[in-house]
C-alpha cells in the first residue's frame, strides 16, 4: 500500500530555514506527481507546492512563491521541501502526498505530517 513518510520539522525563528522529506513506498513513485500541503491551526488543508513526474514541472502557492522549493529524487523515493524566510504564518503540519498531475485537486495519498512552527 502507497505509503509516506515525512520528517524535518521542528522549531525554528522567524527568517529561519527548515528542509522537509518525504519517502516515499508502496507505488511506483517516478509515476507519481509529489506534493506538499500543509494545514494550521484552525483553518483547512492547503495546497503548497508541487513536482511533475521528472521533477522539471513546478507550482506553487503564492504565499510560498520565492521562499520555498520543491525537488524530488527518484532514486532515493524522495521529494523535498527547502523552506527560507520562514514567516511565523508559515506554522502548520506539513504533509506529503501523491497524484497523477501536479493539479493540486488531484492529490489523493497522503503521508501522517510533520509538525512545523515558526517563532517571531
Known amino acids: 500500500q502507497v505509503q509516506l513518510v515525512e520528517s524535518g520539522g521542528g522549531l525554528v525563528q522567524a527568517g529561519g530555514s527548515l528542509r522537509l522529506s518525504c519517502v516515499a513506498s508502496?507505488?511506483?513513485?517516478?509515476?507519481?506527481?509529489m506534493g506538499w500541503f500543509r494545514r494550521a491551526p484552525g483553518k483547512e488543508r492547503e495546497f503548497v507546492a508541487a513536482?511533475?513526474?521528472?521533477?522539471?514541472?513546478?507550482r506553487y502557492s503564492d504565499s510560498v512563491k520565492g521562499r520555498f522549493a520543491i525537488s524530488r529524487d527518484n532514486a532515493k523515493r524522495t521529494v523535498y521541501l527547502q523552506m527560507n524566510s520562514l514567516k511565523p504564518e508559515d506554522t502548520a503540519v506539513y504533509y506529503c502526498?501523491?497524484?497523477?498531475?501536479?493539479?493540486?485537486?488531484?492529490?489523493?495519498?497522503w503521508g501522517q505530517g510533520t509538525q512545523v512552527t515558526v517563532s517571531s
Open positions: 513536482v511533475s513526474l521528472s521533477g522539471i514541472q513546478l
Open positions: 502526498a501523491a497524484g497523477p498531475t501536479t493539479t493540486p485537486t488531484d492529490f489523493g495519498s
Open positions: 508502496g507505488f511506483t513513485f517516478s509515476g507519481k506527481a
